[in-house]
């Protein structure tokens, strides 16, 4: 199935830019900035590596199967609701079974 790795290959090319956006920043802005020329390549190399698992690790959660079955999820009350409070469950009850 080629869905996953087409949205983690999108996906791949915002987190890139964010890594890259976040790791630019103390290294230009701090004391750094005296070491960028050796730095900055060493912090190309590592956002793109470092981006590679964080987009595949993403890409299931943005396909619509996965929200379906999360609603379905919460529908049964297997799960809670986002907004909705978590059950305080105390030592030596047991979760009712609604």
């Known amino acids: ?5 087409i949205i983690a290959a999108l996906v791949y090319m915002m987190v890139q830019a964010v890594l890259f956006g976040i790791g630019t920043i103390p290294i230009v ?3 750094l900035a005296a070491n960028a020329s050796e730095l900055m390549p ?3 190399v590592l ?4 981006a590679a698992p964080i987009a595949w ?6 396909r619509a199967r996965w929200w379906r079955r999360r609603e379905a999820r919460i529908a049964a009350g297997l799960e809670p609701a986002p907004d909705a409070p978590r059950p305080r469950i ?8 609604a």
């Open 1 to 5: 199935m080629l869905t996953r790795p």
């Open 29 to 31: 802005s701090t004391p």
């Open 42 to 44: 060493l912090h190309i």
């Open 47 to 50: 956002s793109f590596v470092v």
């Open 57 to 62: 690790a993403l890409a299931p959660r943005l």
């Open 90 to 97: 105390r030592s030596g009850q047991r979760a009712s079974s």
